[in-house]
């Protein structure tokens, strides 16, 4: 059996390809292919320590516009950005400290011994 559909596709708007599900920036509305975006799309994660559903996306010139025209969503997605990174130096801190701590623990639990 022959069927004929009509299909509708989401084109990247910087090369053309099928972008299958299309993600827009949250400002312009441009879509990119994952090919396009990995260097042409800034992506913001909803919450600290997980993403998903509700993460922001930004083509490159809407961010950089929105970091010096501030809006009330753009700020929020920063702020949760800022916090990821203060999140992950502190974690990374804490895990030099604790190596620290163990190598002076079994430094000194070596000179008791002996």
Do not use: D, F, S, T
């Given at each position: 059996m022959e069927v004929n559909r009509e299909v509708r596709v989401t084109l990247c708007d910087n090369c053309g390809n099928d972008?299958?599900?299309a993600n827009p920036c949250?400002?312009?509305a441009k879509?990119?292919?994952y090919e396009c975006a990995k260097t042409k799309v800034v992506n913001y994660t909803h919450a600290v320590n997980l993403s998903g559903s509700g993460d922001g996306?930004?083509?490159?010139?809407?961010d950089t516009f929105l970091m010096d025209h501030p809006e009330p969503l753009h700020t929020?997605?920063?702020?949760?950005a800022n916090l990821r990174s203060s999140q992950k130096r502190m974690y990374e801190e804490w895990e030099a400290l604790s190596k620290k701590a163990e190598?002076?623990?079994?430094?000194?639990?070596?000179?008791s011994r002996g």
């Open positions: 972008v299958g599900y949250l400002r312009c879509v990119y292919c996306r930004y083509c490159l010139p809407c929020a997605y920063l702020r949760i190598v002076e623990l079994k430094a000194l639990q070596g000179k």
